[in-house]
């Protein structure tokens, strides 16, 4: 029995993340990346644990050779994220760590007991899952963290996005890259132009599934999971693609089209009607409102430091300044702050339980004592409230949450080639 969450598969993949000082002394060295290392045993694990995955598709993997630099490639990536999410502050206890593990025990119908046995059969140690397990965590935590500080989305951009997609189509996409370094010579563009095309000629004489193809040849993140790109409108879609999209079928490809990243082919799985999307009935209270952050620095005194702060704020607002000039001069939400702190209509728990009570039992007008949540310290200031439709808000929350995504795989994307560009990597495996 193979045990399936979107969690345990990313853990599974990663599963030698283990830091070296755990490993024997001796043991052969695959990477260095800064002043970590990775070794070969990590490596052999990880590839293991791919190959597992495909037992019953092996003509999909690439050749060894390939798959180990693949996979080295991401436990390179997985090693920087984790060091830069402990060098920002974020943490993942133990505690949290069980409770991930229990979940993932309780969604494949095991008990933990259970759960250490299959993953013994599977040639896991449990210590060797936690490990993963926590780095996985790191690494999404960093990425909703780069998403709360650099991606937002206005409600002009949903209205405006919601009136080009009213009646509209959606479009289920993968995609195979071929990469291209920043200030690519000739010779490298030729070289991927040429395997670009080898990759279509693939395709068009049916010799390869998309899939597969994705698998054993594209750059992407994404190509052990065949270049699987999910559903979008049309405006999600770059211009190079979205014309000719409209007149393919499903199972179509297209391209090749050079891009800021490389070559890329584009395949359009299904489609929808956009419609499917949106759902329920009845009607929901949404709030309008400001808010003031104080995060606190590292250290034993930094709460304490952010609560004075926060108090000082408070107390300014109490004396009559102005909540939207406070917020633009001190609030440390750098999404926000800019707008005075507006945070516009959301559902009570769209910031989570704790910033949504506060806010539902203000008036409108008034403004919070300090409260606490994970992000910080805030005081909150209820500006009004309003009916809305569930399926209309359905629909906005879907809208905005697809902008949203799709500005963060580019700026994300981004990022983590910044992140590969700027780190000191020394692989020591291979050709």
């Not at 998403?147 to 959606?170: L, N, P, T």
């Not at 179509?252 to 490389?262: E, H, L, M, T």
């Not at 633009?328 to 704790?354: H, I, N, R």
Request: aromatic share 4%; net charge negative; charged share 25%.
């Amino acid at each position: 029995m193979k045990i399936r969450t979107a969690l345990l598969c990313a853990a599974l993949l990663f599963a030698a993340s283990v830091h070296a000082q755990q490993a024997q002394p001796l043991e052969r060295i695959a990477a260095v990346v800064d002043e970590d290392v990775i070794l070969q045993s990590e490596l052999d694990r990880a590839v293991s644990n791919i190959v597992a995955q495909y037992a019953n598709r092996q003509n999909q993997l690439p050749p060894r050779h390939v798959l180990e630099r693949q996979v080295l490639e991401r436990l390179i990536l997985v090693k920087l994220q984790t060091t830069r999410a402990a060098e920002t502050g974020v943490r993942v206890g133990d505690a949290e760590v069980d409770s991930a593990i229990n979940n993932i025990a309780q969604q494949n119908n095991l008990s933990p007991d259970q759960l250490r046995q299959q993953l013994a059969r599977d040639g896991m140690s449990i210590e060797d899952f936690r490990s993963s397990l926590r780095d996985e965590i790191l690494t999404q935590r960093l990425r909703q963290r780069f998403a709360q500080s650099r991606i937002s989305v206005s409600d002009a951009e949903v209205d405006a996005a919601m009136a080009s997609q009213a009646g509209a189509m959606q479009y289920h996409l993968a995609h195979i890259l071929v990469a291209l370094p920043e200030g690519a010579t000739p010779e490298q563009i030729a070289t991927g132009q040429q395997k670009i095309d080898g990759i279509k000629s693939l395709l068009d004489r049916n010799e390869m599934q998309f899939a597969a193809a994705a698998v054993r040849y594209s750059d992407s993140p994404n190509a052990l999971e065949g270049g699987d790109l999910g559903w979008r409108s049309l405006d999600e879609i770059p211009v190079a693609f979205a014309n000719a999209i409209r007149s393919m079928q499903p199972g179509n490809v297209i391209g090749p089209i050079r891009g800021p990243s490389g070559f890329q082919l584009l395949q359009l799985v299904e489609t929808r009607d956009g419609a499917q999307a949106a759902g329920g009935a009845g009607t929901v209270t949404q709030y309008h409102a400001r808010h003031i952050l104080v995060r606190p620095a590292e250290g034993a005194s930094g709460d304490g430091e952010a609560r004075a702060r926060i108090d000082t704020l408070r107390a300014r607002i109490a004396g009559g300044a102005d909540f939207q000039a406070v917020a633009g001069e001190s609030s440390d939400d750098t999404v926000s702050k800019a707008e005075g702190g507006d945070l516009g209509w959301f559902t009570q728990d769209e910031f989570g339980p704790e910033f949504g009570g506060q806010v539902a039992n203000l008036q409108d007008g008034q403004v919070s004592a300090p409260f606490k949540t994970q992000a910080g310290w805030h005081i909150v200031q209820r500006v009004g409230t309003r009916q809305t439709s569930v399926e209309d808000e359905n629909r906005r929350a879907q809208v905005r949450e697809s902008i949203g995504q799709r500005k963060l795989e580019d700026e994300w994307d981004r990022y983590l080639r910044e992140m590969r560009g700027e780190a000191y990597v020394d692989i020591r495996v291979g050709g």
